[in-house]
């Protein structure tokens, strides 16, 4: 059976949300599913997974949140060819580069030669009902992309 890994910076519990919300729905797909808090694990244990999920917020102007930043500057080292990925996360369109962080990742995960294998998900603070259909949505397209 695939196992996807998604990986979690959550401050207020928004990207938590949205990280379980692409979990549950992998699940229901029929695949395994680890989840855990981004100073819990390493970057490499992605080399493990099938499917590679980030979820992130972006905090204040642009910024990395900084519990994540080890996470991220460890994946830039890897090689995830033949590994797909996708990113989702949280912001708040106040600030001038909403959900920069999820772009951030994608560039990174591109780099590690992974495919993409949905557009990334951003969603505007909680999810709402629209977003739980694109986060739902966004795992179907990763399970599809399944060799």
């Known amino acids: 059976m695939a196992l996807a890994k998604i ?3 959550s401050l207020t519990g928004n990207t938590e949300e949205i990280a379980d919300v692409v979990c ?3 699940e229901d797909l029929g ?13 490499a244990d992605f080399e ?5 999920i980030v979820a992130t917020y972006t905090y204040d102007d642009g910024n990395l949140p900084d519990e994540i930043i080890d996470f991220y500057e460890e994946l830039q080292e890897l090689d995830l060819t ?3 990925y996708g990113v989702v996360g949280s912001g708040d369109s106040f600030y001038d580069y ?9 560039k ?13 998900v951003k969603v505007e603070l909680a999810a709402e009902e629209n977003d ?7 795992a179907k397209e990763l399970v599809s992309k399944l060799g």
């Open 48 to 52: 493990d997974a099938d499917i590679c």
């Open 132 to 138: 739980i259909v694109a986060l739902e949505a966004f």
């Open 31 to 43: 695949l395994d599913v680890e989840m855990n808090e981004c100073t819990q694990v390493d970057a």
């Open 82 to 84: 033949d590994k797909l």
């Open 24 to 26: 549950e729905a992998l």
């Open 108 to 120: 990174v995960f591109a780099a590690t030669n992974a495919k993409k294998g949905a557009e990334s």
């Open 98 to 106: 909403f959900c920069k962080c999820v772009d951030d990742f994608d």
């Open 7 to 9: 990986v979690y910076a």
